[in-house]
């Protein structure tokens, strides 16, 4: 990579998606063997359990305070914890608190395609 064609990256001009009830992302990276995601979800949003057949990711917390549900266990994620979640492994995040959260997606190789959503009984 040249040193021309590097860029600031950040979410005023990354890539913006919502999801979900009223989430956002920012697609700071993006790329087949690496994507890296900073999103935001307001009080009382979840996403849906589910599991990544190949993505290992890494999800990292900036602000606020998460639950992530990984197997039948929950852990409560606050500002500077992590937690790596391997391929296989059903997982689900929630902000349960009353403040936004905002946290990082690492994942490799990318995980857009690669999701199957546990079924809810």
Known sequence: MSPESISLI?????????????????????????????????????????YH??????????????TMEIGAEQIVLKTGDGVEIPPLVAHQLRN?????????VTSTPKSHGDRVVVPQY
């Open 96 to 104: 349960d608190s009353t403040t936004d959260l905002h946290f990082m």
């Open 10 to 50: 950040n979410t005023h001009n990354a890539e913006h998606y919502t999801w979900g009830d009223r989430c956002d992302g920012w697609h700071l990276v993006k790329s087949d063997a690496l994507s890296i995601i900073q999103e935001q979800m307001p009080p009382g949003t979840a996403e849906v359990k589910h």
């Open 53 to 66: 057949q190949r993505s290992r990711q890494f999800f990292f917390i900036l602000s606020g305070e998460a």
